[in-house]
């Protein structure tokens, strides 16, 4: 499977689920409310997509009122846009156009002077376009519409997650855009990773896939660091799956002796395994680089056991030793997912060690 961003869909649909009405004003669809919540989502992506017909319709800006500047991507058949739209004309951040090969020259010559025109295949290849934005450091891409690009990414089966705010009224124009076209999408139930009210709109976060396995799998662990004896240090869990996600250990700080770390303990007890070269390790605390208790660091356990992925809540603060795990575990190849939302939790059950409950 090629490199690509972690995806975020979002959008707003009325009750009869279309985007926007037929008239040619935008249809207000959120809240105050949760327009400062897209806000901060949009802040917390390293890129933007939108479909080149919402540029027409919308003429959006694409930008945060805070924070830095995403870059804003687009992707059309012919690059039929025109250079003077607020997506090329406002903000700092790049600006990127992904069309067809047999469109790359005539698009340069239009939106050269304002946006990178990059050729994304022919026809236009989603994964191929995804491949680039990640050799291009976006690690994180929120996608906001229109019908036709959400249609597209959930068709290829490349969303992570999808932020579904639907507002209280009906659309009722049969040719006003829909949220989705046909399928085939992504089979079975979604996890729904969270409701919440944002003024009259109602927001349901959904998470998909290998985000949805990774969520309940690092939720395990953050709950088996509770199993441990009081202690004087981190308390921490951690599980291994394999590329199936089946289980294959389990383990968590001071599980047998007050020195033991959590990964450590897992992977000890499964003792060398041809499954962890397809493995990921789900540990509530970035792995360890430097300890005192023992001279192997967890994350010198895990680099040779060969384990590939490895996914973890809340960053180790520098209470005791500089942190570097994920830093460590990247520059040796290995991909590293941080999932900060479920930090929280790890936090109170770490809560007995000073200064834990103020930090970030
Ligand atoms: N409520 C919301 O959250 C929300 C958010 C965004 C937009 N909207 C609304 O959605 C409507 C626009 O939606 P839409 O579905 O018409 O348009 P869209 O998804 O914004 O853009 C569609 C365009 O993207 C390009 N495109 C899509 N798939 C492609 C592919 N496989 N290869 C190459 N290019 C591709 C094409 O551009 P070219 O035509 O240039 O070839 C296509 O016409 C507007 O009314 C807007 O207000 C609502
Ligand atoms: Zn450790």
Redesign the pocket.
Known sequence: MRKRPYVLA????SLDGR??DTSGD??L??SEEDFARVDQVRAGADAIL?????????N?RLLTRSGPQPVKV????????DPAARFFTTGTAGKLV???TPAVAEATARLGPVATVVD?GD??D?HRLLADLADRGIGRLMV?????????FLRENVVDELHL?VAPLFVGEED??R?LGTGPFPRGRLMLAEVRQLGDVVLLRYLLGQAARDHRRLREAVELAERCPPSATFRVGAVITDAEDRVLSTGYSGETDPKDHAEEIALAKLGPDPRLAGATIYSSLEPCSARASRPVTCTRHILDAGIPRVVFAWREPNLFVDAEGAEQLLAAGREVVEIPELAPLVRATNRHLPGVMGTG
């Open positions: 979002s959008a707003a649909i985007l926007d935008r249809l669809l959120s939108v479909g080149a017909n919402t540029i027409r319709t919308d959006p687009t992707l059309s058949t012919g690059g039929g846009l992904y069309v067809p994304a026809p236009l989603l906001e519409g229109g019908g036709s690009v959400h249609t597209l705010v006003s855009p949220f």
